[in-house]
């Protein structure tokens, strides 16, 4: 069996946005594969459970953990959930850096994702 390091992986900045089921574990890995972290969830302590486990920040709006990161990865439970995090005034594509890559892991509509793309484009 080969088992794959992180050695030779350059550190990136990235912000982790839903720290549920499926995300805090993910945002773990990122964290121990030596990647610098930023975590959101609407649930504060959630967050602030996470950072006392894995290291890191925690932050209190999607616009204030995208802050120039590399990578965005959100992992929500729906569409209205995906929309409340990325859009507005405090969403993360408010504050993300051009060039950064958004990797989505929500299990959201097709038509949300066009018109996310879009909407990122466009800004």
């Not at 925690?58 to 995906?82: H, M, R, W, Y």
Request: proline residues 2%; glycine residues 10%; contains cysteine.
């Amino acid at each position: 069996m080969n088992i794959r390091t992180y050695e030779n992986i350059p550190s990136l900045k990235v912000a982790f946005l839903g720290l549920g089921v499926m995300g805090y574990p993910m945002a773990g890995h990122l964290a121990r594969a030596g990647h610098s972290l930023t975590v959101y969830n609407r649930t504060v302590s959630k967050a602030q459970e996470w950072t006392r486990q894995y290291g890191g920040k925690s932050a209190l709006t999607p616009q204030e953990a995208v802050k120039d990161c590399d990578i965005v990865f959100a992992c929500v439970g729906n569409d209205a959930d995906l929309q409340s995090i990325t859009l507005g005034e405090q969403g993360a594509f408010s504050g993300m850096r051009a060039g950064a890559i958004f990797v989505d892991h929500t299990t959201a509509s097709a038509h949300l994702a066009r018109d996310l793309y879009k909407t990122a484009q466009a800004r």
